[in-house]
């Protein structure tokens, strides 16, 4: 057994288990000093209730992703830390968890989900056939100030389509976002898309380029500040009233997305590919009946200089406060830090965090307490092995159940079924288990049927299910 | 927009992600300078054949343990580091990646699933119910010398039930250890059982008991070091050559389940709670069918003085050189670290990574490359729009697919088709889209069909899928 010992990784066997598990015995029963139980700041745990929920909504995002042609993969939760970040960026360095291993390497924990895919896209390129298109649903982690909503230990959910510049393509994420939102009870949502080529063109048009940066970083005030202070900041930055209100008209839009194109196609100085792309997505919206999703607003930048084309934000028709509960964009050098080959491609990432949060101030997320259909009773401490022998049975027939494992009073184990949201006890006494038979009772209605076959009991309670 | 700018967690949001960004930008654009994609020893990336795979094995365990009335929870990563281990285990140090935080706190990554079980147990136990029944897959970390098999991230499933000494405690994990590894496609296993405590009686009774851990650690030697030079050890601890034998005999067990229990409990001078227990399974594990697949032997010891009741391993009948791929036992002080109340359950541990190199080896590891039904082919640049109309009418009937973004040669579409390992074409030219028809391709048989409506296409993919 002792190759098994050394070998194998299950914490109940390996060594530095079973050192640590001394030290418990020692600590505990010698010197009885006990450790205060806690968890860092900004880090959770989940208990069951919180953990279903969050599960339900990940599977239900996996089959939608899936049923998309999208792949999953992994990537460490742990990196070089100058693959993570540059040295350079002093601010990144305030919030991401780095430390020297005990090798001596500078590693750090991912802060997002894009720069592990970038590292991966590098690395594996010959590996990989485009377009690829991948999930990623994991944890990320940021030494943030922990508030309301922020946390050090979150969850991101990232999807990217990269290898293709194509409407399609373009399309093919954003019909994902509005499915895959509307797949866990998000459906009321409106997905706010631009174009950064069109406003790009249409600042060199007014011969505002130069100022691009603090133009948007600018506009994204708007919400903020107003249209007035916007307007005053803008003149100062073009040193032109006239530019100033040109920026303002082109942000404003019209009143539908066609028109909003036109006005954003005229201001830019007439047709090209990236007013092109934009009717394409409208067209395919129109097609598939999806447009009443989507607003054309030319205020959406997404901030710097990273995204080349479409960019889009969502936001929960009746919670749009949150802000955006989903957005990304059309970026053209996915892995430029890991290699020369330019890979362009389009993504999106769900605040997965921030969206339960939401769907449950909107009372819509859905939840339960454990996933079984029946508890079987232990009402005999003598029926012990039938009980086992029931609770086979009944697996066999497609019902999830368990068999209460102490011959306790009978109200404690409703309590516990009732606190584990079971709909259904199996009660057995001995004349029924001699008969082979027994009691199915709703916990719900309290309705008891007895006298029932294993087949019958699971009819029964498949049918209330 | 910027209140949107400055909380929504997406990669593609926040400041620290795009001051990175513009980094890149800066970097590869202008100084040009590359860094050598790489991730750090001990440490993989999962391609979408392997994630996959490893998904699908989760997926299948997670259904499992939900049946039989598990409920999951999550913990932290990163937690306390006097929590995770006490200064005084040097042994720990070296393994665990431990470091101080920006915040000055001394952290460390988690290298089990147990003692953040124990301290979740602790901290939770006034909102938790008894019995818990708990399963946690998840990614645990170890900075030990990597080799094959052996990672410094890898993946563990846990599963306890805490708050019964019961047999039928005990029962529900051994079946469902049978019931999971079976499900996954590891049928032909064999679960090695025994008690720590008739062992225990066992040595008092020849007057062995201060010896136990050098015993137990020098029986552990059998499989490897053969009885003799046991026995010579054996003699030497305890300074009596029949204690030596005595023990060997008591180790070497019988035939079968039952005539073990018997020598055993001779051996330890007669009944007692501890082979009622066994006895007690044995007739739970017959009445259920699946005795076969027990084996009691009393040289499974599990190493120190954790265990207080049973204790199991198991075995691929086909590859039991690898060692045991679930193992656990019973213990009655979960949480003493943390809290005064005793908290006795039983539990079990797959060692998730090393059984899926062993189905690997074994030819029973499932995979595929995608979860896509059907590529709808672009044949024609124009048709776009209506590509992407099929593949929502598709997608309304049941169908995963997806739509090729871009009209490049046939043959390198269908090649993607085939990496991306999807069964069915959908071909659509110019005429089909008027008439609103379609043709599908068998990429597996080259077959045709043409002139399909969209539901008679799905009917046709469905019933090849």
Redesign the interface.
């Known amino acids: ?5 050394s ?7 390996t ?11 020692y ?3 010698i010197m009885e000093t ?8 900004g ?6 209730e919180a ?2 929920a ?2 339900a909504l990940i599977e239900k995002l996996t089959e939608t992703f ?4 999208f ?10 830390a ?2 993570l ?2 040295k ?2 002093g ?2 360095e ?4 780095r ?5 001596g ?1 500078d ?1 750090a ?1 991912r ?5 592990p895919f970038a ?2 896209a ?3 390129k010959d ?3 485009v ?1 690829f ?2 999930y990623h649903i994991a ?5 943030e100030k922990p508030q309301a ?2 946390y050090r ?2 969850m ?1 959910c ?1 999807f990217d ?1 990269v290898g ?1 510049d ?4 373009d ?2 994420i954003l ?1 994902l976002m509005k499915t895959a939102l509307a797949n866990i009870g998000a459906d009321a949502v409106t997905i706010r898309v631009n174009h950064r080529g069109v406003f790009n063109r249409f600042l060199s048009r007014i011969g505002a380029r130069e100022h691009s940066e603090e133009i948007l970083r600018t506009v ?5 500040i107003g249209a007035d202070e916007v307007k005053a900041q803008l003149a100062a930055i073009t040193q032109s009233e006239q530019k100033a209100s040109d920026i303002l008209t082109y942000i404003a839009g019209g009143a539908r997305f066609s028109d909003t194109l036109a006005l954003m196609q005229e201001l830019a100085g007439g047709p090209a590919e990236d007013t092109q792309r934009l009717a ?1 997505l409208y ?2 919206m129109r ?3 999806i447009e009443q999703t989507f607003v054309l607003d030319p ?9 080349t084309g479409i960019v889009y ?1 969502t936001f929960l028709n009746d919670l749009p406060s949150i ?2 509960v ?4 059309r970026y053209d ?1 996915l ?6 080959e330019k890979l362009s491609g389009v ?5 997965l ?2 969206l339960i949060a939401a769907l449950e101030e909107l009372g819509s997320l859905k939840t339960k ?4 259909d029946a ?1 079987i009773l ?1 009402l005999d401490a003598s029926l ?6 029931t609770a ?1 049975q009944l ?1 066999a027939l497609g019902i ?7 011959a306790k009073k009978t109200g404690q184990q409703y309590a ?1 079924a009732e ?2 949201g079971i709909p259904y006890a199996v009660l057995i006494q001995k004349p029924d288990a001699e008969a082979d038979r027994m009691s199915v009772k709703s916990l719900e209605t309290r309705a008891q049927t007895d006298d029932l076959t294993a087949a019958e009991a699971a009819a029964l309670i498949r049918g209330g299910a």
Chains 1, 2 share one sequence.
Not at 1 to 5: F, I, K
Not at 15 to 25: A, D, G, K
Not at 111 to 115: P, S
């Open positions: 057994m002792c190759s098994v010992q070998t194998c990784r299950c914490p109940r066997h060594v530095i288990f079973l050192r640590f598990r001394r030290n418990i015995q600590h505990t029963h006990l450790i205060q139980p806690r968890i860092l700041k880090f959770r745990d989940f208990l069951p953990e279903i969050r599960t899936r049923a998309f042609g792949v999953p993969i992994d990537t460490p939760v742990l990196e070089y100058d693959i970040l540059r350079s960026s601010e990144t305030k919030q991401v968890f430390f020297t291993d005990n090798g390497r590693v924990l802060f997002d989900l894009t720069v590292r991966f590098a690395m594996h590996e990989l056939y377009p298109k991948r944890k990320v982690w940021r030494g909503g922020r230990e979150f991101q990232d389509s293709s194509s409407a399609a393509s399309f093919d019909l994204d005030k708007l919400a903020k394409e067209a395919m097609e598939t009946g205020s959406i930048t997404r901030g710097l200089d990273y995204y934000e802000g955006s989903c957005s990304g964009g050098n892995a430029g830090l890991y290699m020369k993504g999106s990432s769900i605040g965090d921030r307490k454990s996933y079984l508890e232990c012990a092995v039938h009980y086992q022998k086979a697996r999830s159940c368990e068999v209460f494992p102490d516990y606190k584990k």
